[in-house]
Structures are given as C-alpha cells and as structure tokens.
C-alpha cells in the first residue's frame, strides 16, 4: 500500500462523486449559482469548492441552496458560502465573488467533548485557581514573615518555611483571589449566554494558570458550526464585555476603597511602578488617589483593585486582533480574513518589540503562538458582513486595547507624578 492509498483511508472521508453530480444536476443553476468549474477543498482534498456564477442575492440563493441540498442529500453534507479564493475582482452586483464549499458533516463538524477532556479541563481550572490564590498571597508580601519572604524570592534559600505560618495570610488573599477567578468565570458565562441566544455550541473552557495575572483567560471552542460571521462577532465580544464591565467595576470601587479610612486596614502594599504599565489604567488610578498617594516608591491600594487590574489587563490581551483569541475572531468577523492576517503581523510585531503589554508581551506571545494562533474555522454564511456598526464597535474596542496595554513612558508618568520620577512641577 503506498503513502497516498493510506492517507486517504486514514484521513477525513470525501464527498461523494456521485452526489456532486446530482448537486450539480438538481441543486445548483441557472436561478441560483451556475457551476462553472470545481476543485478539491480543504485537509486531503475532503471537500470540494464549487466555482461559478452567482444568479441572486447570496443570502436567498445561500437558503435556497442549503434546503435544496437536505431534501437532495438529507443531513449527509454541509455547505458553506465563502468568499471566492484569488479572486480577481468583485461581483459585478457588489461586495466580493463567493463560492460554494461542500463538505461531510463529519469532516466539518466538531468532534464530541471526550472523557479526558473534561478531566484535562478540570485539572487546568484547579492550577489556574491555584495561580490565583498566589496571585492574592503575593499581594501580602509586605506582611509576610520575613523568612517566608525569602523563601520566595531567593533561590538560594533550600529550608522551606513552616507554612502554616501562611494560614492567616491566605483568608486575606482571598478577595483578590475570588475577583480574579470570578472575572474569568464571568467571561465565560458571557461567551456561553450569548452563544445560547445563537443557537451555537461551545466547548468546555480550558483555563490556562498564569502566574503573573493569575490566567491567560481560558481556550473555548465552539461545538458546533457558526451560522454567519454576526454571531461569530456577538459571542466573541459577549466574553470580553462581561469580564471587562465586572473588572471596571472592581477598579471602581477598589480605587474609592483606597481613600477610605474605614478600609485602612484591608489595603496593600504595591510597588508604584506597577500604575506605570497601562496608560488607560495609571491615568484612571492617578485621577482617583492623587498626587501624593502616587508620587511615592508604594501605594496603599485596596486587593480589589489589583483584581480588577489583572481582569481588564486579561481582557485587552485576549482581544488582540491575531489568531483564535476573541479579538482573532471579532476581527475575522468584522473585517474579513484577509485583515485578520494584517493585524496579526502587526500585533506580534509589537507584542515582541515590547510595544504593547511591557514586561507581559513576551508570555502573551508565546501563549498566543502556541495556543491561539490559528483562526478559526470559517462560518455557514462567510461572507455576508457584520454591518457599520459593529465594525465601529470592534473599532472602539482595539482604541480600548491599545490604551490598557500601552505602558506610560516615562515622561508623560513624570507630569502625572506616578512613581518617584523627577518632581512634578
């Protein structure tokens, strides 16, 4: 048996001949979309693309189309309406030239969440949740007991500490804790009730621990095949504004928590420079606490604004315009493939300058390019666009990236008195 006999009996089984001849003969027409010519599709060639003519407007003809081929077929295939491949120009009634891909429900459906699926997603959710409880423990360094401090931060100390001596510690971590858990949990809800609303399937959410944020957010695919790229766009930005509306409001009353006297006592110990790594963040931390309390080597800032930091730093990342992250897909939605390529050349230009994200840009791109840098699949209907305003919306929303993950240089963090920088005159 040679190498290509065996890839085709190990590999995604194929459209029938038989049936692209009906589909041609009782489908597809003078009244629809005229085939003037076909060629294989997809991984081993287990679709074919249908090129031709289309003879209405796409979205009737796409329905007429897709009832057509259930009462031909039955529920045996898939169809989908892309975008023509090198097309050389528009179609003549506007927007671009599609074409028709045909492919076996089994070949272009998810595949059924498994046993061990469900055991590897359980097991990353309790080491994320365990990042998180570090996350809260570190923010109490400043009340640590010295030689609990050392243990953590010099590697040449081999004694470990009694830890029991971190029970108390740990009942103070865990408003930091729960807020930054509860914002990734938020955001998943998000994702899931929009979805719900759509029709469409989602996986389980893979959380993946982050020691620095306490998650990179969570990887969740989609179980079953989106209708059209506007549901791809409402369910990929449902997640984010769930999560990012919960940390805003977290930073609000955090920031209002640190000038009050009553919460003296639950407040913490951060190095100033940390308000220098987010424009939008610092500026917003800097109007609330003021001068003085930020012109200093630390400020006193409740755990609830650590938590709602850490949430809207999570989400600017994850709506960066590359790959399969929210801002992959809202971007493939919005603008199309072909931007989705651009954008993401650019994003990981800047992420490996340091441009955007500072010290956090070189993790961010190593878990987008070993996680998240494929796009995703295409829709049913991938062409029909999302309309202005969602475009605006996306458009508002990389405004809100750049300004969250663009570190203050140090002149304008000088002006604003945020660390022990030269004295704001």
Not at 279 to 301: E, F, K, P, W
Not at 317 to 340: E, I, Y
């Amino acid at each position: 048996m040679d190498a290509f006999k065996l890839l085709d009996l190990l590999g995604p089984e194929k459209v029938d001949p038989e049936d692209v001849k009906l589909l041609k003969e009782k489908v597809f027409g003078y009244s629809t979309f005229w085939v003037t010519g076909q060629e294989p599709f997809g991984d081993l060639g287990a679709g074919i693309l249908f090129l031709g003519n289309l003879r209405g407007k796409r979205e009737e003809v796409f329905a007429k189309l897709q009832r057509q081929l259930r009462e031909v077929t039955g529920s045996k295939y898939n169809l989908f309406m892309v975008e023509e491949p090198n097309s050389e120009g528009p179609d003549p009634r506007g927007g671009p030239r599609v074409s028709f891909v045909l492919l076996r429900k089994e070949a272009s459906e998810p595949k059924d969440t498994t046993l061990w699926q469900f055991v590897i997603a359980f097991v990353l959710f309790v080491i994320t949740a365990g990042s998180c409880l570090e996350l809260g423990i570190a923010s109490q360094l400043s009340k640590l007991p010295p030689e609990v401090v050392r243990y953590f931060t010099n590697p040449e100390v081999g004694e470990p500490p009694d830890l029991n001596t971190l029970v108390p510690y740990v009942e103070a971590a865990m408003p930091l804790t729960y807020g930054v858990l509860g914002v990734q949990l938020f955001h998943e809800v998000g994702h899931f009730l929009a979805a719900a609303r759509k029709k469409v399937k989602m996986g389980i959410p893979y959380f993946i621990p982050n020691i620095t944020l306490g998650s990179f957010g969570a990887i969740t695919q989609f179980r079953s095949i989106l209708p059209d790229r506007m549901a791809k766009f409402d369910i990929s930005l449902a997640g984010p504004l769930a999560g990012g509306l919960l940390s805003l409001a977290m930073l609000g009353v955090g920031l209002l928590l640190s000038t009050s006297p009553e919460a003296a006592s639950d407040l913490v110990q951060v190095p100033s420079m940390l308000f220098q790594g987010s424009l939008l963040l610092g500026y917003l931390s800097r109007t609330v606490l003021g001068y003085n309390a930020m012109h200093a080597a630390t400020v006193s800032i409740h755990p609830l604004v650590l938590a709602g930091w850490c949430g809207l730093t999570t989400t600017a990342f994850n709506l960066l315009p590359v790959g399969c992250l929210d801002g992959g897909r809202a971007m493939q939605a919005a603008f199309g493939k072909s931007a989705l390529t651009g954008f993401a050349l650019g994003t990981y230009l800047l992420l490996g300058l340091g441009v955007l994200g500072g010290p956090l840009s070189l993790p961010w791109g190593l878990y987008i390019l070993i996680c998240q840098r494929d796009p995703e699949k295409p829709c049913l209907n991938d062409v029909t666009e999302v309309g202005s305003f969602r475009q605006g919306v996306f458009a508002v929303t990389l405004i809100f990236v750049v300004l969250t993950l663009l570190p203050l240089w140090d002149g304008l963090a000088d002006d604003l008195g945020i660390g022990l920088g030269s004295p704001l005159i």
